[in-house]
């Protein structure tokens, strides 16, 4: 009986050789194509940092509406003069958008690839997670160079121009920066407000300090705020029996007591905003 070769005894004698020229590993990435997914993870990122610069970019600016609501809204300023406001805000509220949208935005994108596994399939797949690195990295570099953009040319640029029309706006309306039974701090000022009506107030009672140390209080029955045209003087207070009390830095308990009929107080811009010799981080 002639014997019928097995199955093993006829394939040992076929060459597998092409097989190891075939690099299974590399087969496997062509499939998932590095280009493709760097380009769907920048996506991804970009979506979850627009959602999260939206949602902080509504709450900056909403804050921004309702300080301005709380001095100028309701003083009756035009709409326009306030437009103009609210427009040079921008540049700050995306300046304070942004860094925090980035850090929330990519946490959230890289915490949902984890939770759905794609991060799994990814490393699974043979990728390296430096596949991942890159478009944080990119993209961090972009965001961080159009932040410095907006922090050192934008932001400003605007907060000048906010400083400059709300000086127009007090000089046109003095009332603009009084409210009724309010403290109202400026530098080393102090303000004590008690019933305002327009530009006139009663009961007004004022801390100053000088630039070598030394106080003083004006005690006023009636004042009202009155415009000039003064350069670098804002607005012009003028008060009915005033009472000025001067204290001695160098002797707690000295100190000198002034009356009068009537006085006039000039309030400088430098009190609102910074002088110009110092400027400010913002400016």
Do not use: W
């Not at 997914?37 to 509406?65: D, G, H, P, T, W």
């Not at 040319?153 to 127009?168: A, I, K, M, Q, S």
């Not at 003083?216 to 008060?239: A, D, Q």
């Amino acid at each position: 009986m002639e014997n019928t070769p097995s199955f093993f005894d006829r394939i040992k004698h076929l060459d597998f050789t092409f097989l190891k020229k075939i690099d299974f590993r590399k087969e496997g990435k062509s499939k998932l194509s590095s280009h493709l997914l760097l380009k769907y993870i920048a996506k991804e990122l970009l979506l979850y940092f627009f959602i999260s610069f939206l949602f902080f970019f509504v709450v900056f600016f909403v804050n921004q509406i309702l300080l301005l609501a709380e001095t100028i809204l309701k003083q009756r300023v035009p709409v326009p003069q306030v437009i103009r406001l609210i427009v040079y805000c921008l540049p700050a509220i995306v300046a304070q958008s942004a860094p925090f949208a980035t850090l929330l935005g990519f946490l959230m994108c890289l915490g949902r690839m984890v939770t759905d596994n794609e991060i799994m399939v990814l490393r699974a797949s043979g990728q390296r997670y430096s596949l991942i690195l890159i478009p944080v990295i990119v993209m961090g570099l972009v965001i961080s160079v159009f932040s410095f953009i907006m922090n050192d040319y934008f932001l400003p640029l605007g907060t000048l121009h906010y400083n400059r029309l709300r000086t127009e706006i007090i000089h046109s309306n003095p009332a603009v920066e009084i409210e009724s039974n309010s403290i109202k701090r400026m530098n080393n000022t102090a303000f004590v407000i008690g019933n305002a009506e327009g530009t006139k107030i009663d009961d007004l009672l004022l801390f100053d300090r000088s630039e070598n140390g030394q106080e003083r209080i004006i005690i006023s029955g009636k004042s009202s705020l009155e415009k000039t045209e003064t350069p670098g003087v804002l607005m012009e207070l003028h008060m009915e029996n005033a009472t000025v009390i001067l204290f001695d830095p160098r002797s707690r308990g000295d100190f000198d007591m002034v009356q009068c009929d009537t006085m006039k107080l000039n309030i400088f811009e430098s009190l609102f905003f910074s002088s110009s010799s110092v400027t400010a981080p913002r400016e």
